[in-house]
């Protein structure tokens, strides 16, 4: 599983430049030439890949095939499913169990309210674990939420709502500093300050990382905490359907026991979705870094009780996905290695673009260079990529900072024989993050009233393209909001009686123009089981 | 005759607890076992080597030692026998982080099956991560939390050297509890970001963040590409 003669060749001309480059970094793109760059080679502007969705609030609105298939899913039950004996009654219902839902439970319950964290597979399997890079939080002298703003909103093409990314930016450092008295592990300098890293577009080093398990690190001790206190939690126990009362209020949801088959009703009278993304449905065939259970469920359920989607014609493809070694195609690289000093280049060794362009420019870059200009590297499965040249990173910072700041990344390329201290990497944008979703206001809140979001599944934070870092952030800043939000509402107003008759509405709308049923959503899990 | 040889596929027999398929030998076990027809449900997660989910233990034909590793991330190997290790229960304390003090006198309290660790090393042999278990663990018994702390760092909580451990010892979850205490209580402390958790409740970005809000896309377009980038 060692480079091939081929590969070994090409990496002879990335061992030639390497001194030389050195000491020169490509230019960044001017940010008007951005657009052509991305109209041509980005997937979010491939026309043939998207349609517009038929039916529901967000009717005309574009969104990838894959995901508008699910959006105009059928149910998987129907509307006279037996509501009059809940399973369980709480005050909170949190759907999922990555870092957005842990946050919101954690929330919740200090301010008051019994919760009860469901989720698909176990708690803590979801994308956050798999964050490798850091979260962003603006603490430094030299920095401030406001540079923070500018930094979001500029990646996201001027496109974020404002209010969201205030929240975002504001709650940053209060977010790092919650983290830390939970029992964070972030990196430091011995005097305590926080090493922070640049991140691609940021004008600001930021970065805080727990070495290059950040995203594991906080979900683990997020996930301890929660299992400390008087907090539910139910696994292996996926959201189906949600449930109203008869004024449209949330009022619980429909779970099924993954493993016995079983359907039941929980009711509350706040519920949170924080189900993430939906990298599982591989958008235009793109291989993906996502987690088992990322299949858009919280999408497709929310829409269906009349919740408003937005930026869903737009995924983040990550620039720097495992291409090579087979085994692990689509994995993460994570951007640190290029924080760090590693330059992406082609099969000559040469540079061609700016190492820390926002991810979407980065990415549209490196396929215009295997696709156009046919200067990638093609393995022997048909895989194009570009080396990330990461021997690098140790010429810059000293023998040993590999094995120190990307222990993940070494001992991930170690199983299947490659040294990335001695070997650059081969890698090729790979689906990574659902930028848009469901719309929310600063609050958490949705348009359905006592339904609250937090994390990937929303949409409006980060606009048309989300910056590294931000997403860590993104959950524990909204996954706290929603968490308070939806216990005040709880603690203030019980649901009524609970119905599930927006399938009848629904069901005669798929009718109407002519979806016949072949699809019922939400799908939980991609079926990889060969037949 | 020879062409149509090549183009058979290569198979080689793995025994997924006990039933023998023929997979292709590329695949990594996870991938195999989705290759041979499981529908996954338990022993899958991130499929990246973050998150625990699919430990599994394996023997391979010929050799008495038991091996381990994680599904998603070990190319299977001709005469493979697999057995996923999906949950195992593993003693885990609830404690409350703000009433705990950074003493070993804690990490004894909490998990008193702390001293009763043979050192034997099996928990090491069975990391897939590769960690000095053992190593952490006597650190634990010193009452080093900095030690375990950092020793312990690249843990995925699969739980094989809690399955393993002939004193059952809940290793992770004794890893866990030091980190936590380490990074509330031991990590030194960092002032830049007390001083601007202190500045925000103040209020004092709050005027900037409030223009930045209100200008206009062309405006901030201007102030975006005109802001000063700190060097690498």
Known sequence: ?531 | MSEDKEQVPERIPVYIMGKRYDVPPSLTIMKAMEWAGYMLVRGVGCRGGFCGACATAYRVKGDARLHFGLACQTVVKPEMYLGMIPFFPVERAGYDMAELKPEASTLFQTYPEILHCLGCGTCTKACPQELDVKGYMAAAMRGDIAAVANMSFDCIMCGLCAARCPAEEPQYNIALLARRLYGRYLSPRSEHLHQRVTEISQGQYDAALAELKEMGTEALKERYTSRDMEPK
């Open chain 1, 1 to 531: 599983m060692t480079y091939t003669p081929e590969m070994r060749e090409s990496i002879k001309a990335v061992e030639a430049t390497r001194e030389r480059r050195l000491n020169e970094t490509y230019p960044a793109i001017p940010v008007a030439e951005r657009q052509v760059l991305l109209n041509a080679f980005h997937p979010d502007y491939v026309e043939d890949g998207m349609r517009e969705i038929r039916v529901g609030s967000s009717k005309g609105e574009r969104t990838l095939h894959e995901l508008a298939d699910l959006i105009e899913g059928r149910p998987h039950i129907g509307p006279e499913f037996d509501l009059s004996e809940p399973a369980v009654e709480t005050d909170v219902l949190v759907i999922g169990g990555g870092g957005a839902g842990a946050s919101a439970a954690l929330l919740a319950q200090e301010a008051g309210a019994r919760v009860m964290l469901v989720t698909k597979l176990r708690f803590g399997d979801a994308n956050t674990m798999m964050a490798q890079g850091g979260i962003q939080a603006a603490d430094r002298p030299e920095d401030s939420p406001a540079i923070h703003y500018l930094d979001v909103i500029g990646g996201g093409h001027f496109t974020n709502h404002p209010d969201l990314v205030e929240a975002l930016v504001k709650d940053g450092p209060v977010v790092i500093h919650w983290l830390e008295q939970l029992g964070v592990m972030f990196d430091k300098e011995p005097d305590g300050t926080m090493v922070e890293a640049h991140g691609g577009g940021t004008s600001r080093k930021r970065m805080h990382s727990a070495r290059d398990y950040s995203g594991a690190e906080i979900m683990r001790v997020l996930r301890d905490e929660v299992r400390n206190r008087p907090i539910e939690v139910m696994e292996f126990a996926p959201a189906i359907e949600l449930v109203l009362d008869e004024e449209g209020n949330a009022a619980g949801a429909i779970l099924q026991n993954l493993e016995t088959g079983r359907t039941f009703y929980v009711r509350a009278a706040a519920v949170i979705l924080a189900t993430g993304g939906s990298g599982r449905l591989h958008y235009q065939q793109f291989p993906t870094t996502n987690h088992y259970g990322a299949t858009g469920d919280g999408v497709v359920m929310a829409y269906r009780v009349g919740a408003k989607l937005a930026f869903l014609d737009t995924m983040q493809y990550h620039p720097t996905g495992a291409a090579f070694p087979e085994q692990i195609l689509g994995l993460l690289v994570t951007e640190k290695v290029r924080g760090l000093g590693a330059q992406p280049v082609n099969s000559k060794g040469e540079q061609f673009v700016y190492p820390l362009e926002p991810r979407d420019v980065e990415a549209a870059a490196f396929i215009r260079e295997c696709r156009e200009r046919k200067l990638g590297v093609v393995t022997p499965s048909g895989q194009p990529g570009v080396w990330l040249d990461s021997p690098m990173i140790e010429r810059l910072h000293g023998p040993g900072t590999i094995e120190r700041a990307l222990p993940a990344m070494a001992r991930q390329f170690r199983r299947f024989g490659i040294d990335m201290t001695e070997d650059p990497l081969l890698v090729y944008p790979t689906l990574h993050y659902q930028n848009g979703g469901v719309v929310l206001d600063a609050e958490g809140s949705t348009s359905v009233p006592g339904l609250f979001i937090a994390g990937e599944i929303s949409g409006g934070v980060h606009g048309r393209n989300r910056l590294m870092g931000n997403s860590l952030l993104e959950i524990c800043v909204y996954g706290r909001r929603a968490g308070r939000s939806a216990a005040r509402r709880a603690l203030e107003k019980t649901a009524g009686r609970p119905t599930v008759a927006h399938l009848v509405t629904w069901n005669e709308e798929l009718d109407t123009v002519g979806i016949d049923g072949a699809v019922r959503s939400p799908i939980l899990l991609p079926h990889y089981a060969r037949d």
